[in-house]
């Protein structure tokens, strides 16, 4: 992407796909731990994050308590049995989120959850409230946290974010659902999230087009939503090109080491 652009690219590791290349690979039940971490951190060297659907995966009644090494290694059986399947065993995803979370401390990374409503295809949803317990246990790990998409649930997203230092949003995909309605939700994640912890993200995928197309629905969102702000004199033109900055690089920039 960044050759054809012309620009700088960045990759951000995939979690799952990581796990599918080791189930794939022949490890047994007993080395399945130390294969996922090996392989993890080797991926994972020169990424500036790490992502992961763990959380749509397991679905509303997702508990993100770390797994037992026993479970972990029953599970890791089963699942090696049939390796060609996508993971969805509720243990291994979150063995997997946890050992992510090691090798992102390691390496000094950031960790991107998938939140809210997945593709119509997709196995569940998940409400970023449910996250609170894990954002907790992540804190004296100093590992950035970062909710994506979160539609619909953006304002249960915005406290969890609000109530951690460490706790980000990237709601990319809450603005292609909302679209003519993006003003309002980047307006209410405004008012109530700290302005450092908002983060712009296209999640544009397949087509180019997506990417354009939710880039400029975020712009004409946050422009609308500052424009309100200085019509009503609530904000200062250079309060709103501060915040502006921010939301649109600046943050990113800083939580990812850009």
Known sequence: MGRLGGAAADEIVRLESVEEDVAR?????AGYLAALE???????AGAVALKTVVARRCGPGFDPAR????????AA?????????PLDHPVLLRH???TATAVARERGLSLQISTGYGPVAGPGHCDPALLAGFA???GPAGVPLVL???HPFHRQAAHLAAGFPHVYLDAGSALIHCAGSAAGVVGELLDLLPFHKLMFGSHGRGVAETCHLAALRFRRGLGRALADRLEQGKWSAPDAARVAHMIGSDNARRVYRL
């Open 25 to 29: 690979g022949g490890t047994t039940a």
């Open 38 to 44: 090996e392989h993890l951190s080797a991926r994972a």
């Open 67 to 74: 797994p037992s090494r026993g479970a972990v290694i029953a």
């Open 77 to 85: 059986g089963r699942r090696l049995a049939d390796p060609g399947r």
């Open 96 to 98: 997997l989120l946890w």
């Open 136 to 138: 907790e246990a992540l």
């Open 148 to 150: 994506l998409h979160c």
